[in-house]
T-cell receptor, first 116, second 110 residues
């Protein structure tokens, strides 16, 4: 069975602070995919990044960076110099190939509140 | 490319009624999935359609059904609505590994 744990329910920071959102996953599959999605108040989940299990390279995209560590089954997300527009619920997800499907299992989400 | 669109965006129904939600995927995407999001249960997978066939189904009662048309557009239907069906219903389409979500339909059952 697959499981994604986002232990932080809510994080509150002041603008320009750095913040890390934690994600720990469980799977017995050797081939799997990890994702981060952002859900602003409007409700739409916005895809941020995908990582496959064979690629442990960290990634940086502007103020966003992701740290994937198979040894600890973690895929953490850091926002540098946070801004008010970063306020949203962030979801980590895990999927594996199954007959052409890649149905993700989502964590419960971390609500990030950035205060001006 | 236009994103995933869902109609209607908001819906209020009475217990016992039925409802149909519509989803238009990103052009070229043949896989469409539906999710229910509630504060208590989080994001739960309902079903996935690919080329007009249901490929996967989540753990929901038979009151929840769906279909996909030849143009990949999809509809989901909930019959005999219950108060607990109040939720944000999200549709997602996929061409590769990641899913792209629509804005959702917020259903309120009174």
């Amino acid at each position: 069975a697959q499981k994604v744990t986002q232990a932080q329910t809510e994080i509150s920071v002041v603008e320009k602070e750095d913040v890390t959102l934690d994600c720990v996953y469980e799977t017995r599959d050797t081939t799997y995919y990890l994702f981060w999605y952002k859900q602003p108040p409007s409700g739409e989940l916005v895809f941020l990044i995908r990582r496959n299990s064979f690629d442990e390279q960290n990634e940086i995209s502007g103020r966003y960076s992701w740290n994937f560590q198979k040894s600890t089954s973690s895929f953490n997300f850091t926002i540098t110099a946070s801004q008010v527009v970063d306020s949203a619920v962030y979801f980590c997800a895990l999927s594996f190939p199954s007959g052409g499907s890649y149905i993700p299992t989502f964590g419960r989400g971390t609500s990030l509140i950035v205060h001006p | 490319k236009a994103g995933v669109t869902q109609t209607p965006r908001y819906l209020i129904k009475t217990r016992g009624q039925q409802v149909t939600l519509s989803c238009s995927p990103i052009s070229g995407h043949r896989s469409v999935s539906w999710y229910q999001q509630t504060p208590g249960q989080g994001l739960q997978f309902l079903f996935e359609y690919f080329s007009e066939t249901q490929r996967n189904k989540g753990n929901f009662p038979g009151r929840f059904s769906g279909r996909q048309f030849s143009n990949s557009r999809s509809e989901m239907n909930v019959s005999t609505l219950e108060l607990g069906d109040s939720a944000l219903y999200l549709c997602a389409s996929r061409a590769s590994y990641e899913q792209y979500f629509g804005p959702g339909t917020r259903l309120t059952v009174t």
